[in-house]
């Protein structure tokens, strides 16, 4: 099992940038294909990022993020990064932290961080 904690939201201007982070512990960090997802105020949530684990660090973004956010990971730190650049209002959402273990296919969820993008 695996314990995630989300922080780095906050409130930015249109255009902006934002880091968030996630730390992961209580199991081998390496094992898991770490995300970012967002869930907007009507509750849909929608895939943001995600990194493979183990050697490989193959990423895939949501169309609408493309070329503005960059994932990335830290196996000595547990951390994953989701570093957003060109800050759009509706990107505004609550930003959640997900790993899925790579042979297990469990998942588990960070309580998420909140961004708000507005002038």
């Known amino acids: 099992q695996v314990q995630l904690v989300e922080s780095g939201g906050g409130l930015v201007q249109p255009g902006g940038s934002l880091r968030l982070s996630c730390v992961a512990s209580?199991?081998?960090?390496?094992?898991?294909?770490m995300g970012w997802y967002r869930q907007a105020p009507d509750n849909s949530r929608e895939l943001v990022a995600t990194?493979?684990?183990?050697?490989?660090?193959?990423?895939n973004y949501a169309d609408s993020v493309k070329g503005r956010f960059t994932i990335s990971r830290d196996n000595a730190k547990n951390t994953v990064y989701l570093q957003m650049n060109s800050l759009k209002p509706e990107d505004t959402a609550v930003y959640l932290c997900?790993?899925?273990?790579?042979?297990?296919?469990?998942?588990?969820w960070g309580q998420g961080t909140q961004v708000t993008v507005s002038s």
């Open positions: 990194i493979t684990g183990g050697s490989g660090g193959s990423t």
């Open positions: 997900n790993a899925a273990h790579r042979r297990t296919r469990n998942v588990y």
């Open positions: 209580g199991s081998i960090f390496s094992m898991y294909n």
